[in-house]
């Protein structure tokens, strides 16, 4: 996956920081009327990735057809863990089985609407892996599929 050439290349976003999913809806009733909302984190973070694509693109406008994405999400390693331990975190002998989900990571694609492509679903190929890394983020990268 991810091995044929787009455009000029593959695009890489990469947004520092520990990955988060995306919340769940929140809701708020006025009067007889139920609103629903995202919550600020939510927003918050992808804003930051919405940002990040933007960098990624350099003024190219959004990919037409199809598109094949692979999400890295890069976690940290939990402080109580011994040296053996985090060492097989890091070598990748142990992978992260907490949050965020993997549906949860896949949903902050929305970010990249109109920016990395027109809609998410263009998206015909996907991927989402979790590894540990002393250097969590959140890596999302596209071409054409």
């Known amino acids: 996956m991810l091995t044929k050439p787009c455009l000029d290349s593959t695009i890489v976003i990469e947004l520092a920081g520990v990955p988060k999913g995306k ?13 629903t909302y995202t919550d600020d984190k939510t927003r918050s973070y992808e804003g930051a990735l919405s940002a990040a694509g933007s960098e990624a693109m350099r003024g190219r406008r959004p990919i037409e057809g199809p598109v094949a994405v692979l999400i890295l999400a890069f976690m940290p390693v939990p402080a109580s863990w011994s040296k053996r331990k985090r060492g097989d975190a890091l070598a990748g002998r142990i992978r992260p089985t907490t949050k965020p989900d993997f549906d949860n990571l ?17 998206i015909v190929d996907g ?11 959140l890596q999302v990268r596209v071409e054409a599929a």
């Open 23 to 35: 919340g769940r809806p929140r809701f708020a009733r006025r009067g007889s009327f139920v609103r």
């Open 106 to 122: 896949a949903k902050t694609l929305d970010a990249l609407n109109e920016i990395v492509f027109r809609d998410d679903k263009q």
């Open 127 to 137: 991927c989402v892996r979790k590894h540990y890394s002393d250097r969590p983020r």
